[in-house]
């Protein structure tokens, strides 16, 4: 096997852990980050709307759809009808022109008036890119991942700045189903009925704190996970969900500091190897990962997380070690 092709089958089932499969939820709208090697037509428009639905949101989506097609002068007569960030965003890489050095300037410009906003220095390093300039990109994507750090941007310029490691982060998979009710309301309901839930206990705030996760807000749902440990102090669960929250491609440390003790004083909980084998995957070390997630559906074949590791097992079947 070619090792593009073992990167291509662990980021797919890293994608896989991304999506919470069994959680239940129908949250995340978040656009995939580019590869960095992909560098011809328009810069990536990496526009995060989240759950909303106004009529503003919609407009943006439909623009950013034009956008993706190679359709930018249609999109960019929708983004200039509005004037939130995400639209001047949009409108100043809808006159892109790599051929013409003046089409440069909106992004740049945005770049100066908005220094904190991790929207406007993401988009404004994918442009450097674009232009061939990686070493001032990578100094906005890291501008980016610090000014707004619990932000679906964030996330992307940590994708850009750690090409090696798969797209997005590992996602906390709860044990637990979530309640019915989830699967009648729309995603903003979802949210909204996560959010009023929370404080009625550990569960309620592991559910959220996912939810919020897979909206891109990964230290406000380190703050739920916290909030359930602190309510279960003798549960595992809530102790693995913060460590994998805590996930960094800078430093994975964070959260194997974590894991490794975890498995060691709880040798039997699914949820601990589980997360341990996702969180491997993460670091490409495929068949350790492997071996976790084993012991995890070992652990109860039939439960949630024993389906979701044989899940895992079978895509990563043919990838093996280097």
């Given at each position: 096997m070619s090792p593009r092709l073992r990167a291509y089958l662990v980021a797919a089932a890293c994608a896989a852990a991304a999506a919470g499969l069994t959680v239940g939820l129908t949250l995340a709208t978040r656009t995939s980050t580019p590869h960095r090697h992909t560098q011809s037509g328009l810069p990536p428009l990496l526009l995060d709307l989240g759950v909303r639905t106004d009529a503003e949101a919609v407009a943006l989506r439909r623009a950013s759809n034009l956008y993706d097609r190679g359709e930018a002068h249609r999109a960019g007569l929708?983004?200039?009808?509005?004037?939130?960030?995400?639209?001047?965003?949009?409108?100043?890489?809808?006159?892109?022109?790599?051929?013409?050095?003046?089409?440069?300037?909106?992004?740049?410009?945005?770049?100066r008036t908005y220094p904190r906003s991790s929207l406007v220095q993401l988009e404004y390093g994918l442009a450097l890119?674009?232009?061939?300039?990686?070493?001032?990109?990578e100094a906005a994507w890291r501008t980016a991942r610090r000014a707004e750090p619990d932000t679906p941007y964030a996330i992307h310029a940590e994708d850009l700045l750690h090409p090696n490691f798969p797209r997005g982060l590992p996602n906390f998979v709860p044990s637990f189903r979530p309640p019915p009710v989830l699967a009648r309301l729309s995603p903003p309901k979802q949210l909204a009925f996560l959010r009023?839930?929370?404080?009625?206990?550990?569960?309620?705030?592991?559910?959220?704190?996912?939810?919020?996760?897979?909206?891109?807000?990964?230290?406000?749902?380190?703050?739920?996970?916290?909030?359930?440990?602190?309510?279960?102090?003798?549960?595992?669960?809530?102790?693995?969900?913060?460590?994998v929250a805590r996930f960094d491609k800078a430093n994975p440390s964070r959260t194997f500091s974590r894991l490794g003790p975890?498995?060691?004083?709880?040798?039997?909980?699914?949820?601990?190897?589980?997360?341990?084998?996702?969180?491997?995957?993460?670091?490409g070390s495929v068949d350790k990962a492997k071996a976790e997630l084993r012991l995890a559906r070992a652990a109860g074949p039939k439960t949630t997380l024993g389906?979701?590791?044989?899940?895992?097992?079978?895509?990563?079947?043919?990838?093996?070690?280097?």
């Open positions: 929708i983004f200039d009808r509005h004037r939130s960030l995400e639209a001047q965003v949009g409108a100043a890489l809808s006159v892109w022109d790599e051929s013409i050095p003046v089409s440069f300037r909106g992004i740049s410009d945005l770049a890119f674009w232009r061939g300039d990686a070493a001032a990109a009023a839930q929370a404080p009625a206990g550990v569960h309620a705030r592991l559910l959220y704190g996912v939810a919020l996760q897979r909206l891109g807000h990964q230290l406000s749902a380190l703050r739920q996970f916290r909030a359930a440990a602190v309510l279960a102090p003798a549960d595992p669960e809530p102790k693995v969900a913060v460590a975890l498995a060691r004083r709880y040798p039997r909980s699914q949820s601990v190897r589980f997360h341990l084998g996702l969180c491997l995957l993460w670091l389906i979701e590791a044989q899940r895992f097992l079978e895509r990563l079947r043919s990838v093996g070690t280097r």
